[in-house]
């Protein structure tokens, strides 16, 4: 067998005995190419259920009630391409393995129970465009590497416990559309090297504990159209040169220590979604 494919049907336990069931049949098939099982309620222990397969290219088994650890099996799938296993059980960390996954271009394994910090061997995912990693317990820094992935487009980090200053090398993600890191445990300010994302279309930042002013340089962002540094911190004035950013439908920054007047935020089109309250203090 070289290709399973059973998502989005209403399956739950386990597959019919002619096939196997799941925890014992995927693991001796490794001439899989391609593995579907997303969108039903399957269930079994993913540390156990597959084995090494060398030509697999994507396997997705979200939207089941899959639990147990990731398996460092999967780093040996030298060719995956895609790995989607999302609103499961899954526990435990991200094995160091994963930095074999040289061909990787999307990982999605969010809303699931995955703890610890983000291995550095992460950064070796040089062709990765999309990480989705929100609603997990992860915690920790986010890791320097984290800016070696040249070709990434989309980047969720929101829901976790990631806690301490965002790295610098964020900045270094110069094809990246969409950030959020909001609903963490991030602190000092947020990083003026932002500005190099000249590509951004959607910034959330909000809930966290970033202090200091709103950095001026965001306004560097000229593709940006949203804007979310709600429920944080933020104290000083609000930057002048929003009024520049003619490319912004919403701009949230409720919720924060902003000070004195709003009129930055005069001259910024009308149709622009603008939420202030509770910024201004007693000012």
């Given at each position: 067998?070289v290709?399973?494919?059973?998502?989005?049907n209403?399956?739950?336990?386990s597959v019919?005995?002619s096939?196997?069931?799941i925890?014992?049949?995927l693991r001796?098939?490794?001439?899989?190419?391609?593995?579907r099982?997303?969108?039903?309620?399957l269930i079994g222990?993913i540390s156990?259920a597959?084995?090494i397969y060398?030509?697999?290219t994507?396997i997705y088994l979200?939207?089941?009630?899959?639990?147990?650890?990731?398996?460092?099996?999967?780093g040996?799938?030298p060719k995956l391409g895609a790995?989607?296993?999302s609103?499961?059980?899954i526990t435990g960390g991200i094995p160091?393995?994963?930095?074999?996954?040289s061909q990787?271009?999307?990982?999605?394994?969010?809303?699931n129970?995955?703890?610890?910090?983000?291995p550095k061997?992460l950064?070796?995912?040089?062709?990765?465009?999309?990480?989705?990693?929100?609603?997990?317990?992860l915690t920790?820094?986010?890791?320097?590497e984290?800016?070696?992935?040249n070709?990434?487009?989309y980047l969720?980090?929101s829901a976790?416990?990631?806690?301490n200053s965002?790295?610098?090398?964020?900045g270094?993600?110069?094809?990246l559309?969409y950030?959020?890191l909001?609903?963490n445990?991030?602190?000092?300010?947020?990083?003026?090297?932002l500005?190099?994302?000249?590509?951004l279309?959607e910034?959330?930042?909000?809930?966290n504990l970033?202090g200091?002013e709103i950095?001026?340089q965001?306004?560097?962002?000229?593709?940006?159209?949203?804007?979310?540094?709600?429920?944080?911190n933020?104290s000083?004035?609000i930057?002048?040169?929003?009024?520049g950013?003619h490319?912004l439908s919403i701009?949230?920054?409720s919720?924060?220590?902003?000070q004195?007047?709003?009129?930055?935020?005069?001259?910024?089109d009308t149709?622009?979604f603008i939420?202030l309250s509770y910024?201004l203090?007693?000012?």
């Amino acid at each position: 067998m070289v290709e399973l494919a059973l998502f989005s049907n209403n399956l739950n336990g386990s597959v019919p005995p002619s096939l196997g069931t799941i925890p014992k049949s995927l693991r001796n098939c490794t001439s899989l190419i391609r593995v579907r099982l997303d969108g039903n309620n399957l269930i079994g222990n993913i540390s156990k259920a597959f084995g090494i397969y060398p030509n697999l290219t994507f396997i997705y088994l979200s939207r089941n009630n899959f639990y147990g650890e990731i398996s460092s099996n999967f780093g040996e799938c030298p060719k995956l391409g895609a790995l989607n296993i999302s609103m499961n059980n899954i526990t435990g960390g991200i094995p160091c393995e994963i930095g074999n996954w040289s061909q990787l271009q999307a990982l999605d394994l969010s809303l699931n129970h995955i703890v610890g910090e983000i291995p550095k061997e992460l950064g070796k995912l040089n062709s990765l465009t999309k990480l989705i990693l929100r609603g997990n317990q992860l915690t920790g820094r986010l890791p320097t590497e984290i800016g070696a992935f040249n070709e990434l487009e989309y980047l969720d980090l929101s829901a976790n416990r990631f806690n301490n200053s965002v790295p610098e090398s964020l900045g270094h993600l110069l094809k990246l559309h969409y950030l959020d890191l909001s609903n963490n445990q991030f602190v000092q300010e947020l990083p003026k090297e932002l500005e190099k994302l000249v590509q951004l279309s959607e910034l959330d930042a909000s809930h966290n504990l970033f202090g200091g002013e709103i950095p001026f340089q965001i306004c560097s962002l000229k593709s940006l159209e949203k804007l979310n540094l709600s429920h944080n911190n933020l104290s000083g004035s609000i930057p002048n040169c929003f009024e520049g950013m003619h490319g912004l439908s919403i701009i949230d920054i409720s919720d924060n220590q902003l000070q004195g007047p709003s009129i930055a935020l005069e001259m910024v089109d009308t149709e622009v979604f603008i939420e202030l309250s509770y910024h201004l203090g007693k000012s």
